[in-house]
């Protein structure tokens, strides 16, 4: 356990800006604090750009306090303007609902393992039946509009052609409204969140200094990055987002095995709970042997344990091994496709691997693994052809549904790299 969070945030590379770094200290040195960072609901999924909310909140847990995580089902409906080039497109409240209690579950899986109590509050449930003057009365009234024009992220959207919507302007006053509630309810006095949210933040603070007398408190980390300047978590088929169905445990994993040494060895000190011993060890491994991708693979195993459980990591660890060469044996038709999905495929019918079963030249051919039957018998006899990563060296071999790698599917190969699915139905 961390002897103090805020030095743990700080040699770990998470602190962008606070607020009062002494206050800070002190605040936090009497045990069960409760610090909170906020979540808007805009997809049924958290995504690898959240990763490092949650891990603040996991260190919150593991550091002896009390983690808040808010969920935005009355600012969800809004959309936070922060870091925005253009207004979001407002969501049903069918779809907001059914986000809500997805991104809820997805969060309390993701805490709970910290074996410290843990709070997941909808600032819907404070915001429900609070009319439009009762809370230009009571909150508005308070904050000054020189205070909200002079924020990086509204003065941002105000210079741009599109400018800013009132209804996107009033989100940095709702929020403003959650850290005063959490102080009421729950004595929360720190706030955690992406440096994009600095604006909302002090706002919140000065809110409740104005309304309650309080001294309350920020605490920003960067935003997750790649060295170009890019946000992470983005690939070319979009997010990397932690739901299983979206993004699959293999894919999870290799996006961080994928990631330059710069970016991996950011991402272990901010995103892994390993020490910062086991960290630099690691770290050193690298430099002395970056071909073996050390930081990458501790890396990938860290968070793919944490998002997607063991079995998630070893069926990830399984998919990895089968592309570079080792047996493959009880995947999934949709695993086979996630790791194959770039590789030539051809679907047969089912019936055919009845009886004595398809020629594997016939398949190796037509696949285009092989240019030509005759071709397809070469590679064979020469023992340059496998199935499920298992070398055939008969020509007249016949493939039949004891072959199959998952259900309907196998995997063909021709020498050390070249690859092609078979899919039967």
């Known amino acids: 356990m961390p002897q103090n969070l805020l030095n743990e945030f700080t040699e770990r590379g998470l602190v962008h800006q606070t607020t009062d770094t002494d206050a800070i200290h002190d605040w936090l040195t009497t045990p069960r604090r409760r610090i909170y960072a906020g979540f808007d609901p805009t997809a049924d999924s958290l995504h690898v750009g959240h990763l490092v909310a949650i891990i603040l909140l996991r260190r919150v847990a593991l550091a002896g ?12 409906m809004i959309g936070d303007p922060s870091g925005r080039s253009e207004e979001r497109n407002l969501l049903s409240h069918e779809t907001l609902n059914a986000n809500i209690t997805a991104v809820g579950e997805q969060i309390k899986g993701l805490l709970e393992s910290t074996n410290q109590t843990i709070h997941i509050v909808n600032n819907a449930d404070w915001m429900r039946g609070v009319s439009y003057l009762e809370f230009l009365r009571d909150v508005g009234k308070h904050v000054p ?11 941002s959207r105000l210079d741009r052609e599109g400018g800013l919507s009132y209804t996107e302007f009033s989100y940095m006053l709702l929020q403003s409204w959650d850290f005063v509630h959490l102080a009421d309810k729950y004595d929360c006095h720190v706030q955690i969140g992406g440096s994009d949210q600095w ?10 200094r104005r309304l309650r007398s309080l001294n309350l408190h920020g605490i920003t980390c960067p935003l997750l990055t790649k060295a170009d300047g890019s946000k992470m978590g983005k690939t070319a088929s979009g997010a ?47 430099a002395e042997n970056p071909g073996g991708r050390a930081s990458q693979r501790r890396l990938a195993e860290e968070l793919t344990q944490l998002v ?44 055919t691997l009845n009886g004595e079963g398809l020629p594997l030249i016939e398949v190796m051919s037509s696949t285009k693994l092989a240019a030509s039957r005759s071709a397809a018998r070469r590679t064979i006899e020469q023992g340059g052809a496998y199935i499920n990563n298992i070398r055939v060296s008969d020509s007249s071999y016949h493939i039949t549904s004891e072959d199959l790698a998952g259900r309907t599917a196998l995997v063909l ?9 078979a899919r039967f139905q």
Request: aromatic content about 8%.
């Open 65 to 76: 306090h009390e983690p808040i995580a808010l969920i935005g089902g009355a600012t969800g």
């Open 145 to 155: 509009l020189s205070q909200m024009l002079g924020k990086d992220s509204v003065k």
């Open 199 to 208: 604006g909302n933040i002090t706002a919140g603070i000065e809110l409740g």
């Open 240 to 286: 990397v987002w932690l739901d299983p169905s979206r993004t699959s445990p293999y894919r999870f994993y290799q996006y961080w095995m994928n990631l330059s040494d710069g970016d991996a060895q950011t991402c272990l000190l901010r995103l892994t709970e390993m020490s910062l011993e086991e960290c630099q060890a690691t770290l050193q491994e690298q």
């Open 308 to 351: 997607h459980g063991n079995s998630g990591l070893q069926t990830a660890k399984q998919a990895t091994a089968a592309f570079f060469g080792a047996a493959i044996d009880n995947l999934t038709d949709e695993a086979l496709t996630e790791i194959f999905a770039d590789v030539p495929s051809h679907q047969f019918s089912l019936a």
């Open 413 to 421: 190969r021709s020498g050390k790299k070249s690859y092609a699915l």
